[in-house]
């Protein structure tokens, strides 16, 4: 935000810059206080939104049976703190636009199929189909952009019912709040 500040004051040093003649007139004192509002609105706009952010994996490997939510232990990132460890669940801290992204590491010989889900509602899946020998691992990663309203739930669970056996910290679950 900083930077974003500095660029507008050296834009609003530069418009100043160009008035010429008498600096005591009417309309170079208002064009200055409309500036200088204009200014200070957008530096209030910024500093009062709210930022949501969050990463996080899975602390070591882990089996779920079908009907679980996965939960991501291991917290890189949780700025506004919305996302629960403990849980598994994001809970949207306002109304917006949030991008969200998941990374499912099968262990071998196993598949795992994660599904995106808001308030129950399946909103979108992923297969990591391992059928290889004992020492083939398979990571699929997705991504969707979805319209929350304050208090939506959304978290992580296998889509099809089957025992998921997931590899750590490649498998992973994030978000951010972009609008």
């Known amino acids: 935000m900083q930077s974003i500040v500095t660029c507008s004051l050296v834009w609003l040093l530069a418009a100043l810059s160009v008035v010429h003649g008498d600096c005591n007139n009417a309309l170079t004192t208002s064009l200055i206080r409309n500036q200088l509002s204009s200014l200070e609105k957008s530096i209030n706009m910024l500093a009062s939104k709210d930022q949501v952010v969050f990463h996080a994996e899975m602390g070591s490997s882990k089996t779920y049976n079908k009907g679980s939510i996965w939960i991501y232990d291991k917290v890189v990132t949780n700025v506004g703190n919305a996302y629960n460890p403990s849980t598994g669940k994001f809970t949207a801290p306002t109304d917006g636009i949030y991008q969200f992204n998941w990374y499912t590491l099968s262990n071998p010989q196993v598949m ?31 991504s969707m952009a979805l319209l929350l309203n304050e208090r939506d739930e959304v978290y992580i669970m296998d889509v099809h019912g089957y025992t998921a056996n997931l590899g750590s910290q490649w498998t992973a679950f994030g978000g951010v709040l972009i609008n």
């Open 112 to 142: 795992s199929h994660a599904g995106l889900f808001v308030n129950g509602v399946i909103k979108a899946r992923q297969a990591s189909n391992n059928n290889g020998g004992t020492n083939q691992y398979i990571t699929a990663g997705s």
